[in-house]
């Protein structure tokens, strides 16, 4: 993927997990399955075939395509449900409960809001809240698509504009998201961590005395 590229509305969650993470999936496309995320492939099953279905006063769609010239993004959501007037609300499916830590539950808001601005601009229409299907709970998680949640949407869609530009991936972050990470093998956070840290305080130290 090139920085000019759109960006596929998964690397937004990506990145919010992790940019390192972001950076190895979108630019040197390494991916590996681990337990977490055969159970996210388990839980799309169903909504990853495309079909639609109508209900009295409303219709469904599944596996839609999604995109913002305005944004630069593409992909697809899980599920979107119009209305009689032809207003969207889109539900994106995920695995575990709706008691997921925030910053987890976060990048999960961070993706389906970016599917939000995506159908704004396909339809015309204000989509002013979504929602986060949780398949362990089983319930939704109604996500209102604020003003701060959509300036989080452009201010990721700039990090990982300057993320595909940079020579470098980030470092590994080497705290407790690593051992839920399918990359965990291919990052070697352990490894290359603090070896990153080492690098950094170096330069710090050059810097200080240069000034």
């Not at 305005?70 to 119009?82: N, P, R, S, T, Y």
Request: glycine share 6%; net charge neutral; with cysteine.
């Amino acid at each position: 993927m090139q920085a000019s590229d759109p960006i596929t509305l998964s690397a937004l969650q990506h990145w919010c997990y992790c940019p390192r993470q972001c950076g190895l999936i979108h630019v040197e496309q390494a991916f590996e399955e681990n337990l977490h995320t055969l159970r996210g492939q388990a839980v799309h099953q169903r909504v990853d075939a495309s079909g639609v279905e109508t209900r009295p006063g409303l219709r469904v769609e599944r596996s839609l395509p999604l995109w913002s010239d305005a944004l630069g993004l593409i992909g697809k959501a899980d599920v979107v449900e119009f209305a009689t007037s032809g207003a969207p609300y889109p539900v994106e499916y995920k695995h575990g409960s709706r008691n997921k830590k925030a910053s987890i539950a976060a990048c999960d808001e961070l993706q389906l809001a970016a599917q939000a601005l995506c159908l704004e601009e396909m339809t015309g229409h204000a989509v002013p809240e979504g929602a986060i299907y949780y398949a362990t709970s089983r319930r939704r998680k109604v996500v209102p698509i604020s003003v701060d949640l959509r300036a989080q949407v452009a201010a990721a869609i700039t990090a990982i504009r300057q993320l595909l530009a940079a020579p470098a991936l980030p470092p590994p972050v080497n705290d407790e998201r690593c051992r839920a990470c399918s990359l965990i093998h291919l990052c070697q956070p352990e490894a290359i961590g603090p070896l990153a840290r080492w690098r950094d305080a170096r330069r710090g130290l050059f810097e200080a005395d240069d000034a």
